[in-house]
Structures are given as C-alpha cells and as structure tokens.
C-alpha cells in the first residue's frame, strides 16, 4: 500500500513561517488533508482537497500541491500552535495517514 | 451542531473482545453521505484509521485490523460501534469516533473526544 512521509519535527520562532511537507505517491492523483491535534485533544481539520480551508480555521494556514508532496504553510506561528500535525490520504486500501510531525514554537 | 461522544470499558483483557461505541447528538446518523469512522492513537505513534461505516451498513475497514474489526450501525440510537477482537496490549491507545463527511475515507471534520482503552489482565 502507499506511505506518506512527514518530518517528525519542525521548529520555529513565534511570528516566523513554518512549512510541513508530505511525500507519497499517492498524493500525485488523490486529494490530501491536514489535521492539527494537540494534546489530550481530539484532532482538528485544518484542509480539505489539497488546499481548502474550513470557515472556522484561522487564515494563517494554508496548503498547497505539488506533485506528489504537499505542504502545509503556517504564516506567522503563534505558540498555540504548538501541535502535532498529520497529512492524509486514501489509497485502494483506505484512509492513509503520514507520521505525523509536532511542531515546536519556540 | 454536531456531537459524538465515545462509550465502553476503559480496561481489556487479552485476547478479549473491545467493543466500544459512539453516540451521534445534534444531527442523525443517517444524513445521506456521511460516513462515520474508528481511529486510534497508541501511545508514542500516530493517527491510525480502523475502519469507516455508512448508515447504508457499508464497511471499509484497514487492511491491518480487517480480519479483528467489525463496525455496525444502530440508526433507531443514533450510533456506531466498534468491535475488536483478540486483543493484545498492542491494541492499547486513545480511541476516537468521527464522522467523515466526504467519502468513507476522507473529511473528517467532526470528532468525539476520545476514549482510553488499555489492554491488560
């Protein structure tokens, strides 16, 4: 079945830009999604269909496609986005998700 | 608005069966096109999907749990469970219900707030 690679960690400043990426074949012709969980927490849904973002998401974060790595972009980090954050896909075989990758605010 | 909530035993023994079970309030589970889904999160790892369920009684579980899962629908409750059979501490983790709301693989836009399960005699 299709994997997706995630860093395990990024760190950044608080109003500095942070970037996760997302590798896997699979991305190439299905859509991908993003989840925010934080600890303790239930995960949230952060983009739809690549790069959509639900009304209720702040608009500091975004996504975008590439081929078969997507990136989820977070302009100016705010320390409670401290969290760990999963891309996901489906595949023949069902819902995929990367390993996900906590961001550290420094 | 749309919640879920989670149910069962906190502690398993192995080999037993974990069964748990997610309350739909504030919206039915028969809405045409949503699917309600199963995943958990051990401790130390990721995310991982154990299965999707359409009102319809359609199932799609993953290929690693497929041969212990069964998901069932009560649409008379309002809710979804989750069986498990042959449990092994391996199976220890947070467990979350939540509805997909754009295939049974995708759009998982409403979650319940997770319920521990730790396997353990």
């Known amino acids: 079945s299709s994997e997706l690679t995630q860093p395990p960690s990024v760190s950044v400043s608080p109003g500095q830009t942070a970037r996760i990426t997302c590798s896997g074949d699979v991305l190439s012709r299905q859509y991908s999604f993003w989840y925010q969980q934080k600890p303790g927490l239930a995960p949230i849904l952060l983009i739809v269909?690549?790069?959509e973002r639900p009304s209720r998401i702040p608009e500091r974060f975004s996504a975008s496609s590439s081929g078969t790595t997507v990136t989820l972009t977070i302009t100016g980090v705010q320390p409670e986005d401290e969290a760990d954050y999963y891309c996901?896909?489906?595949?023949?075989?069902?819902?995929?998700f990367g390993g996900g990758t906590k961001l550290t605010v420094l | 608005q749309l919640h879920l909530q989670e149910s069962g035993p906190g502690l398993v023994k192995p080999s037993e069966t974990l069964s748990l079970t997610c309350t739909v309030s504030g919206g039915s589970i028969n809405t045409r096109g949503d699917y309600w889904g199963w995943f958990r999160r051990a401790p130390g790892k990721g995310l991982e999907w154990i299965g999707s369920v359409h009102s319809s009684g359609s199932t799609y579980y993953s290929p690693s749990l497929k041969s212990r899962v069964t998901l069932s629908v009560d649409k008379s409750k309002n809710q979804f469970s989750l069986s498990l059979r042959s449990v092994t501490p391996a199976d220890t983790a947070m467990y979350y219900c939540a509805r997909l709301y754009i295939s049974g693989y995708a759009g998982m836009d409403v979650w319940g707030q997770g319920t521990t399960v730790t396997v353990s005699s």
């Open positions: 996901q896909a489906a595949d023949s075989s069902g819902v995929l």
């Open positions: 269909n690549d790069s």
